[in-house]
C-alpha cells in the first residue's frame, strides 16, 4: 500500500488533476445520475474550509511572536495593489459593458434572500466582522477577524516563552502537513465537482447566457493577462509572464473549481514557500487577499448592475459610471471568500440606478444560474491574484535590495544553474549513535537518543524512519538539483550499503562515500571490502564530540597516529578524504591540528564540512584562525548547515551565513567552496529552497562565484 501511495505522490499533482478533470467530465456524461460521485468534491471543498481558518490563524500568530523584523513595506505594498486592481478591474468592467452591452431576460425574484441596503451596511459589517468574537471568527471562517485577532495575539506573544514559542512552530507545522494531504485528494475532489457541474448543468448554460458570460468571462481574462502583468512588471521589471502562468497553473485551477477563495487559501500558502517567499510576510497576504483582493467581484457587480440598468433602458453617463466603479470595489471587498458572494451586493450597486430591489434580486437570479461558469472564473481571478500580487511585492522588495528574480513554470525561484548537492544524508532507518547514546526511530520523523532527548530528523516530505534515495531524487528535482553526493556518519547510523546501492541504481546523479571506525579490531576487512571490493572512492570521517568518533572515544588528535594511519590508507587507495571536525570550542575542533596532518599528504584531496561550522559572527576571529590554518592547496570546503549554524533565532536570507560566504571567498577562493544542503535534518528547519536562493539569489555573490558554488566545485571533487 504505502509502494501505492508513493507511486501517487510522485506523479505531478498538476497531471493528475488533469486526470481527475477527464474522469469528471466523462462520468457526468456516462451516468449523471450518479451522485455519489459528487460527494467526493464536497468532502474536497469541506476540508480545505475546515482547515484554512485554523491555518491562518496559527500561522499569523507563530509568525508574528517569533519575527523581530517588521515585514510592514511589503504587506502595505500587496494591499496597494489590491485595493488598485481592484479599482482597475471595475473602471475596465465599464468600458466593456459600454462597448458590447448586454440586456437580461429578467426571472421571478428571489425575495428571501438578503443583501446589504447600502455601503454603510458593508463598512458597518466589514468592522462588526473585526471585532468579532476569535472563536466565532474561526468557525464562521470569517478571515478579516481571524486576522485581526492573530495579529493582536501574535504581537502580545513576542514576549512568550521560547516553549510556547516552539509549541506554536509545531502546531504551525502540523496543519501544513494536514494541508499536504488534503492538496492530494485533490484529483478526486476536482472529479467530484466537475462530474457534479456537467451532470446537473450540461451545456444550457452557454444557449441562454452565452453574451453576458462571454462578456464577464473576457473582461476577466483581460484582467489576469494585461493589466495584472502591468502591475507585475511594475514590480520586478521583469518579463511578468512566467509568474502569471505559474500561478494561473498552480492556484487557479483549484480555485475555478473549488469557487470558493477561503478554500484555496491553503493551496496559494504552498505555492507561497514552494516560491521561496517569506511565510511572516504571506501568512498575512494571502487570507488578506481573500478578502479585499476581489477583481472578479467588482467585475460582475459592475457589469451585470450595467446589464440590468441596460434592460430597463436607464442611460448611464461618465461620472455615474465612475461613481459605480468605486462603489463596486469598495463593495467587493465585502464580498465573502465564499461561492457567489459577489452577487448579493449587485442590489445595492443597482440602487444607485434607482432600479428597483425586486428587479435587481432577478439579476441576481440569473447570476446563480450563470454561477457554474461565472462563479469559478472570478474565484479563479481572485484567489490566483493573491498569489500573483503576493509575490509581486515581494519580489519588488527583492529588487530594491539587489536580489536576482528568476521565476519560470519548471523551476521555482533562483537562476536557471546547474547545482549539485555536496551534503547530503540518506538511510534505510535511523539507527545512529553520539555522546547521548543510541539513537533509534520513534515514528514521523523523529528520534529518541538513550537518554531520552527527542527531536526530528527527517522532515515529512522524506519520510518517516528512512530517507530513500527516491525521496531525495523527487526534492531534487523539484528545486533543479542535478547530482548529490551522500556523505555517512554516526548521526543517522553508518549507512555504507545503503549508499553505495543507492549509488550504484543511480550512478549519474547520486555519489556516495563510506565512513568506519578506527578502532574496530578488524578494520583492515572492514576497509579492504568498502574501498577495495566494493570500490568506494570517498571516505568520510566525522569526529566530532555529538555524533562522531570523538562521542563515544576519548579525545583523538587530528595530527596524531590514528588518523595518520587512516590518511596513509586513503592516500594508497585515491580516496577523496571528508572530515567533519565539530564546531569550536569543542575538543574535536583541531584546525590546526588537522592542517598539520594534511600537509603530510599534500597528493590527497581534502574536504572540510561546514566551512568549519561558525557560530553567529562573535566567532569570526576563532574561525578566521581555523581557516587560515587550513589555506591549503588540496583543501576544499563544503557550506551544508551554514544558515543553521547561525543560531537557533537565524532565518532567510541568512545574512550572517552570506557574511561568512563572502570571507570564504576573499581567503581561499570561490574554486574550493561547494554548496551543501546537509539535508535531511535542515528540512525541518526551512526549506530546500530557501537553502538553495540564499545563496542563488543573493546580491553580494557574484554570478561567477555563484557558479563555482552551485556546481563547478563538487565536480571538480566529486564527479570527476
Known amino acids: ?66 519575527s523581530g523584523k517588521s515585514h510592514g513595506g511589503v504587506i502595505k505594498t500587496v494591499i496597494i495593489l489590491y485595493m488598485f486592481s481592484t479599482i482597475l478591474a471595475s473602471v475596465i468592467a465599464v468600458f466593456t459593458s459600454k462597448l458590447f452591452p448586454v440586456t437580461l431576460t429578467l426571472t421571478e425574484g428571489i425575495e428571501e434572500m438578503s443583501s446589504p441596503g447600502s455601503i454603510g451596511d458593508v463598512f458597518n459589517s466589514l468592522l462588526m466582522n473585526i471585532v468579532e468574537n476569535p472563536i466565532t471568527s474561526l468557525t464562521k471562517a470569517n478571515y478579516v477577524g481571524i486576522l485581526a485577532w492573530a495579529v493582536v495575539i501574535g504581537i502580545a506573544c513576542r514576549h512568550a516563552k521560547e516553549s510556547t514559542k516552539d509549541m506554536l512552530v509545531d502546531i504551525s507545522n502540523g496543519l501544513s502537513k494536514v494541508v499536504t494531504w488534503i492538496i492530494n485528494f485533490a484529483p478526486f475532489g476536482i472529479m467530484g465537482l466537475v462530474f457534479d457541474t456537467v451532470s446537473n448543468n450540461g451545456m444550457s448554460v452557454f444557449k441562454e447566457y452565452g453574451k453576458l458570460l462571454m462578456l464577464l468571462v473576457g473582461t476577466m481574462l483581460f484582467i489576469y493577462f494585461v493589466t495584472n502583468p502591468i502591475l507585475v512588471f511594475w514590480c520586478t521589471h521583469k518579463n511578468p509572464y512566467p509568474l502569471v502562468f505559474r500561478c494561473l497553473k498552480k492556484s487557479a485551477l483549484t480555485a475555478f473549481f473549488t469557487r470558493s477563495s477561503a478554500a484555496n487559501i491553503p493551496i496559494n500558502m504552498k505555492e507561497c514557500e514552494d516560491m521561496g517567499l517569506d511565510r511572516d510576510t504571506y501568512s498575512v497576504t494571502i487570507p488578506l487577499g481573500a478578502t479585499i483582493n476581489m477583481d472578479g467581484a467588482a467585475i460582475t457587480i459592475t457589469v451585470m448592475t450595467l446589464a440590468a440598468a441596460n434592460t430597463l433602458g436607464i442611460t448611464v453617463d461618465i461620472p455615474s459610471a465612475i461613481l459605480l466603479s468605486i462603489l463596486a470595489a469598495l463593495s467587493a471587498c465585502g464580498a465573502s471568500g465564499v461561492a457567489g458572494g459577489s452577487l448579493l451586493l449587485i442590489p445595492m450597486a443597482c440602487s444607485l440606478f434607482g432600479i428597483p430591489n425586486d428587479v435587481a434580486m432577478q439579476v441576481v437570479g440569473i447570476g446563480f444560474i450563470i454561477g457554474v461558469i461565472q462563479d469559478s472564473v472570478e474565484t479563479a481571478l481572485n484567489s490566483s491574484s493573491d498569489l500573483l500580487l503576493s509575490a509581486s511585492a515581494e519580489f519588488r522588495q527583492w529588487r530594491k535590495e539587489g536580489r536576482e528574480i528568476h521565476i519560470n513554470i519548471q ?20 539507527n545512529g549513535f553520539g555522546n547521548s547514546g543510541e539513537m533509534q526511530a520513534i515514528g514521523g520523523g523523529y528520534a529518541s537518543y538513550a537518554d531520552g532527548t527527542i527531536f526530528q530528523m527527517i522532515p515529512e516530505c522524506l519520510g518517516e524512519y528512512d530517507v530513500t534515495p527516491e525521496a531525495v531524487l523527487k526534492v531534487m528535482d523539484e528545486a533543479g538539483v542535478s547530482k548529490a553526493v551522500m556523505l555517512q556518519g554516526n548521526f543517522l547510523g553508518p549507512q555504507n550499503l545503503y549508499t553505495y546501492e543507492a549509488a550504484k541504481k543511480y550512478p549519474d546523479r547520486l555519489a556516495a562515500a563510506a565512513t568506519y571506525d578506527p578502532f574496530c579490531r578488524n578494520v583492515d576487512s572492514i576497509r579492504k571490502h568498502l574501498f577495495e571490493d566494493l570500490g568506494i572512492k570517498i571516505v568520510k570521517f566525522e569526529v566530532s564530540t555529538g555524533s562522531g568518533l570523538m562521542s563515544y572515544h576519548p579525545t583523538i588528535p587530528l595530527d596524531g597516529d590514528v588518523i595518520e594511519e587512516m590518511l596513509s590508507y586513503a592516500e594508497m587507495h585515491q580516496n577523496t578524504v571528508v572530515f567533519d571536525i565539530g564546531r569550536y570550542p569543542a575538543e574535536c575542533w583541531q584546525p590546526e591540528a588537522l592542517a598539520r596532518a594534511i600537509k603530510r599528504h599534500p597528493d590527497t584531496q581534502f574536504v572540510v564540512c561546514h ?18 590554518a587550513l589555506t591549503l592547496d588540496n583543501v576544499v570546503f563544503d557550506l551544508a548547515s551554514l544558515p543553521s549554524n547561525q543560531g537557533k533565532d537565524a532565518t532567510y536570507p541568512y545574512p550572517d551565513a552570506i557574511h561568512y560566504i563572502k570571507r570564504a571567498i576573499e581567503l581561499v577562493g570561490s574554486d574550493r567552496l561547494m554548496w551543501g544542503s546537509d539535508l535531511p535534518m535542515n528540512l525541518c528547519k526551512d526549506s530546500y529552497r530557501h537553502l538553495i536562493d540564499y545563496i542563488v539569489l543573493s546580491n553580494e555573490i557574484s554570478t561567477p562565484d555563484k557558479e563555482n558554488i552551485m556546481s563547478a566545485t563538487a565536480a571538480k571533487v566529486y564527479f570527476k
Do not use: Y
Open 411 to 430: 523551476q521555482q525561484g533562483g537562476l536557471t544553474m546547474n547545482i549539485i548537492d555536496s551534503h547530503i544524508h540518506i538511510c534505510r532507518c535511523i
Open 1 to 66: 500500500m504505502k509502494k501505492l501511495l508513493d507511486k501517487w505522490i510522485s506523479i505531478s499533482l498538476i497531471k493528475r488533476i488533469i486526470g481527475g478533470l477527464a474522469l469528471g467530465i466523462i462520468l457526468g456524461l456516462l451516468v449523471p445520475k450518479a451522485s455519489g460521485i459528487a460527494l467526493f468534491g464536497s468532502v474536497f471543498v469541506g476540508a480545505l474550509k475546515a482547515i484554512a481558518p485554523l491555518l491562518v490563524f496559527v500561522l499569523v500568530i507563530s509568525s508574528l511572536c517569533h
Open 611 to 628: 566551512l568549519l561550522a561558525p557560530r553567529g559572527l562573535v566567532q569570526e576571529n576563532v574561525w578566521l584562525k581555523g581557516m587560515e
